[in-house]
């Protein structure tokens, strides 16, 4: 249920993902409840509670992590840095940014071309965030030939190639 309201229902989005990670918890699993965490921290954002998200990702420890949950707290890191860049426009713009393009590739490190979509959306964003627009678009439309990609994802991967056209001189 989490994954069909995450991007639109933010409210409704973490009430599913506490359930999830009491769940976790009840299993005392620790990988689990990272997840679980990280999933909120996805959601965060969006609902304007930025400092929640960080605070919540300073409590975590990646060391017990498995490999996809690890690639998970890197990506999302990087997005919450990149949100917080966007918002916050000029005193720490330059900071968010740098931290969200070493996070992203500190989950590039764990990824390999097999991962497709993953792969290549992660090298499309940091791409976009070093202001290699060109490149990002190129990478985006490798991550659409990965057909494990659901509709949502696709749509993402298209409103952002959209808006890098918009960005890019003729």
Same mark, same amino acid.
């Given at each position: @249920?989490?994954?069909?309201?995450?991007?639109?229902?933010?409210?409704?989005?973490?009430?599913?993902?506490?359930?999830?990670?009491? *769940?976790?918890?009840?299993?005392?699993?620790?990988?689990?409840?990272?997840?679980? =965490?990280?999933?909120?921290?996805?959601?965060?954002?969006? =609902?304007? %509670?930025?400092? /929640?998200?960080?605070? @919540?990702?300073? /409590?975590?420890?990646?060391?017990? #992590?498995?490999?996809?949950?690890?690639?998970?707290?890197?990506?999302?890191?990087?997005? @919450?840095?990149?949100?917080?860049?966007?918002?916050?426009?000029?005193?720490?713009?330059?900071?968010?940014? !740098?931290?969200?393009?070493? %996070?992203?590739?500190?989950?590039?490190?764990? %990824?390999?071309?097999?991962?497709? =979509?993953?792969?290549? !959306?992660?090298?499309? #964003?940091?791409?976009?965030?070093?202001?290699?627009?060109?490149?990002?678009?190129?990478?985006?439309?490798? =991550?659409?030939?990965?057909?494990?990609?659901?509709?949502? *994802? !696709?749509?993402?991967? @298209?409103?952002?190639?959209?808006?890098?056209?918009?960005?890019?001189?003729?």
């Amino acid at each position: @249920l989490y994954e069909e309201c995450r991007s639109y229902n933010f409210d409704r989005a973490i009430e599913y993902v506490e359930q999830m990670a009491d *769940e976790a918890r009840l299993l005392n699993d620790s990988d689990k409840i990272a997840h679980a =965490a990280i999933q909120k921290v996805f959601a965060y954002p969006s =609902a304007g %509670l930025f400092k /929640e998200g960080y605070d @919540l990702f300073e /409590e975590l420890d990646t060391a017990g #992590m498995k490999h996809d949950t690890k690639v998970d707290y890197y990506i999302t890191y990087a997005r @919450l840095q990149y949100d917080l860049a966007n918002y916050d426009h000029v005193d720490m713009s330059n900071t968010y940014n !740098r931290n969200g393009d070493e %996070l992203m590739r500190r989950a590039l490190a764990l %990824l390999t071309p097999a991962d497709t =979509a993953l792969y290549w !959306r992660s090298l499309a #964003m940091l791409d976009q965030h070093e202001g290699l627009a060109d490149r990002s678009i190129k990478r985006y439309q490798l =991550a659409l030939q990965d057909s494990r990609i659901d509709e949502h *994802e !696709r749509a993402i991967y @298209l409103s952002t190639i959209a808006y890098l056209y918009s960005t890019v001189a003729d």
